[in-house]
């Protein structure tokens, strides 16, 4: 299968690298120079592309001469401002037209829900309206106007490897939302969701949650993820009942039946 993917960054990087592994060609973008020889060294065909929102580089017919195009990356909202992302998304829409494209994987963030102190699924945003950020809302929208196949993945927090929660609050004091639940999924199921995703192209055409199946509050995770690592633990306060949600991964698991490597986040490896 010819596959692109439009941001090899710490997600879009090791997953083109198992697919080329499975056999697959694969395509990918960095906006780094410096990253043009990793991706090589890697058999990942290299270009350097970038959307400001507008498309810059040479190449992008060429990238998009596949039949899956996987988009990974991040929008960075608060940097950017709100209307810059669905401005990218607009931009690579006109570059799609006319190309061989056939199935599109957006890969999006559980960000668009806002606290609603309860389990939260899919439906329970559909318009940007509904979403605590509706610009990422929008950018979905987009992508489900096209014509290919598409999915929606709205990923949890990542984490995994050198991502530790323990290590962003090692030696902090007084943490007060020790008890709020958290929604990770680690990125060897992200990228194992994925690549179930393009061997069952019945179950396209959706918007899914991709978290992990438990979810455990950021006390217990940060404190198990420390010691381990030699992070200092941070101290907590109980307060009052902080604003949560928890993201349901129900839909994925009963139409795709993935079977999570690590469906609870107390037992990350990294």
């Not at 439009?6 to 410096?34: I, N, R, Y």
Request: one cysteine or more.
């Amino acid at each position: 299968m010819k596959i692109s993917i439009l941001g090899c960054g710490w997600l879009g990087l090791p997953l083109a690298a198992q697919l080329v592994e499975e056999g697959h060609k694969v395509k990918g973008s960095t906006t780094s120079v410096e990253k043009l020889a990793a991706l090589r060294a890697l058999e990942i065909e290299p270009l350097w592309l970038q959307l400001t929102p507008e498309p810059k580089g040479i190449g992008w017919d060429y990238l998009l001469d596949c039949e899956v195009l996987i988009i990974a990356i991040p929008p960075r909202l608060e940097r950017t401002g709100a209307d810059f992302h669905p401005a990218q998304m607009r931009y690579l829409l006109e570059l799609l037209k006319e190309t061989p494209v056939q199935q599109i994987i957006y890969i999006s963030s559980t960000s668009v829900y806002p606290e609603l102190n309860r389990e939260v699924k899919e439906e329970d945003v559909i318009q940007p309206s509904q979403s605590a950020s509706p610009a990422l809302a929008e950018a979905e929208q987009l992508i489900q106007t096209l014509p290919q196949q598409s999915l929606i993945l709205r990923c949890g927090g990542l984490m995994g490897y050198e991502r530790i929660p323990g290590k962003y609050v090692s030696g902090k004091k007084d943490i007060t939302t020790g008890d709020v639940p958290v929604n990770y999924i680690h990125r060897d199921d992200a990228i194992g969701v994925i690549k179930a995703f393009l061997q069952n192209p019945s179950v396209w055409n959706e918007t899914y949650n991709v978290t992990a199946p438990l979810h455990p509050t950021r006390r217990d995770v940060y404190l198990a993820s420390c010691a381990p690592y030699g992070y200092e633990p941070p101290t907590f306060l109980t307060v009052a009942k902080n604003p949560f949600k928890i993201i349901s991964s129900q839909k994925l698991q009963d139409k795709l039946n993935y079977q999570f490597i690590y469906p609870n986040p107390l037992d990350f490896l990294y």
